[in-house]
């Protein structure tokens, strides 16, 4: 299989939104990606690609576009999904962990029997900026004992140091395409 031309083909499905949520940022939107049959069938066997028939327990999801991913993901490795979700979002009882965003503090949280001691886990988003969020969802699945194998992502920002996190805690990341700048 050619990568070179696999990655290309994916990064052309990404849209770039300028100026968006504020003034001097690109937006990198996935939508277009998740839209493009062909495209998002092959981005996801290339995030399940390096762990194929490996025993994988779970695949956690970061709210909303790790959801969409990460069910995809875990249909393909044979695992089952967590979703990891807003604060006040989940019905039974819930693990909890605050992190930090650009402008103050957030909460993330997925129930507390989701996943058991040692369950090997994958987790899954849309994208690494700064990995705050990435990080604290790393710290949430080892709080209640997963095993957490990787970390996956179709778009990484490099130059915002969020993968660079996680491989400083461990967590081998996998990503499919890099877009200089923030």
Not at 78 to 84: H, K, L, Q, T
Request: include cysteine.
């Amino acid at each position: 299989m050619n990568y070179t031309n696999y990655d290309h083909d994916l990064k052309a499905t990404v849209r770039t939104i300028t100026d968006y949520p504020k003034p001097g940022i690109l937006f990198r939107d996935i939508t277009t990606l998740l839209g493009d049959a062909r495209a998002f069938r092959r981005a996801v066997d290339q995030l399940v690609d390096p762990w194929a028939g490996s025993k994988i327990d779970k695949v956690a999801g970061i709210e909303a576009r790790g959801f969409i991913l990460g069910g995809a993901v875990a249909h393909q490795v044979s695992a089952g999904f967590v979703p990891i979700r807003k604060k006040g979002k989940l019905p039974h009882a819930t693990v909890r962990i605050a992190y930090s965003l650009e402008y103050g503090l957030d909460e993330m949280e997925m129930h507390a029997d989701a996943i058991r001691p040692g369950e090997r886990v994958i987790l899954v988003d849309d994208l690494i900026a700064t990995g705050g969020t990435a990080e604290a969802a790393v710290n949430l699945l080892r709080q209640i004992g997963a095993n957490v194998m990787a970390a996956c992502f179709i778009v990484d920002l490099p130059d915002l140091g969020g993968a660079a996190k996680l491989r400083a805690m461990h967590v081998p990341v996998r990503t499919l395409m890099t877009f200089d700048g923030h």
